[in-house]
């Protein structure tokens, strides 16, 4: 949807549910948002993750020292991978190479490695197929191991079959739906935000009679957003864009787009 064409007829966002946890930070751009155009946004999250114990990662007979290369497309697969690779003592070679699907997962990889900048390499753009033209370009003489979720819905693997990679995947947690038995079937929110596939596929699980009607829908990437389109929502805010690369960014703009003012005298600035 192009959020740039003026849609005065549209009713006013007046509250919001995030598919994520709270942020401990008052200054959050959240609530930046939420008290520039008095909004009220509330955090509840869609799926739950559950790591694998050790005994149920052996059962997949991937060893983690016979691979050079590590693929990342997550912080939790980077959390659980070196959650087991310690339960298990196993010492990672400081010559594997590590590649993110992200600049973000590139960083927080250092809560577990020594960084070193030959050895960690991500996707610069959020273009679909950058983490594949990235490994593309060093496959050569690599063997890659994917820590990944049990139930994943991503296509990366399936692109590394296709084109010969030497790789195998390593589940190494499991993204399960969230209960919401606590709002008795009612999901009263102007604006909804997503960003994983499976928290899409969490909104049906818990409202299976979930209809759209005037429910604005906004997603954070592009496997979000087919994840809904296959669902057949209306997308009304998508990031990143290169104008808009945060999804609170995105959202006052669309905001914006259908006429709403912030409270007078708030000139704070989204980020």
């Known amino acids: ?19 994520q946890p709270q942020p401990n930070d008052t200054k959050s751009p959240y609530n930046v948002l939420a008290e520039k155009y008095g909004i009220r946004i509330d955090f509840k999250q869609f799926i739950r ?19 050079t290369a590590v693929i990342f497309t997550s912080k939790n697969a980077v959390t659980h991978f070196f959650r087991l690779c310690d339960e298990m003592r196993i010492k990672m070679s400081p010559e594997v190479k590590y590649f993110c699907s992200t600049e973000a997962i590139a960083n927080y990889l250092q809560k577990y490695i020594f960084f070193r900048k030959r050895k960690v390499f991500f996707a610069k753009t959020e273009r679909k197929n950058a983490l594949q033209e990235l490994l593309k370009k060093h496959r050569k003489g690599e063997k890659f191991i994917l820590p990944c979720t049990v139930n994943r819905i991503d296509d990366l693997p399936d692109y590394l079959k296709n084109n010969n990679f030497q790789f195998a995947e390593a589940p190494v947690y499991e993204t399960v739906f ?27 699980h818990n409202f299976p009679d979930f209809q759209q009607n005037a429910t604005r829908i906004a997603v954070l990437g592009t496997a979000v957003q087919q994840a809904a389109e296959q669902f057949q929502l209306r997308l009304d805010v998508q990031a990143p864009t290169p104008e808009h690369p945060s999804i609170t960014a995105a959202i006052e703009h669309y905001l914006q787009s259908i006429g709403q003012k912030p409270v007078a005298g708030n000139t704070s600035v989204i980020e």
């Open 1 to 19: 949807m192009n959020t740039d064409v003026k849609q005065e007829n549209q009713a006013l966002v007046k509250t919001i549910l995030v598919s």
């Open 49 to 67: 993750i559950e790591g694998l114990a050790a005994k149920d990662f052996r059962k997949y007979k991937v060893n983690p020292v016979e691979f």
């Open 178 to 204: 969230a209960d919401f038995s606590d709002m008795e079937g009612k999901l009263d929110y102007d604006m909804l935000v997503f960003f994983t596939p499976m928290g899409i596929q969490s909104l049906f």
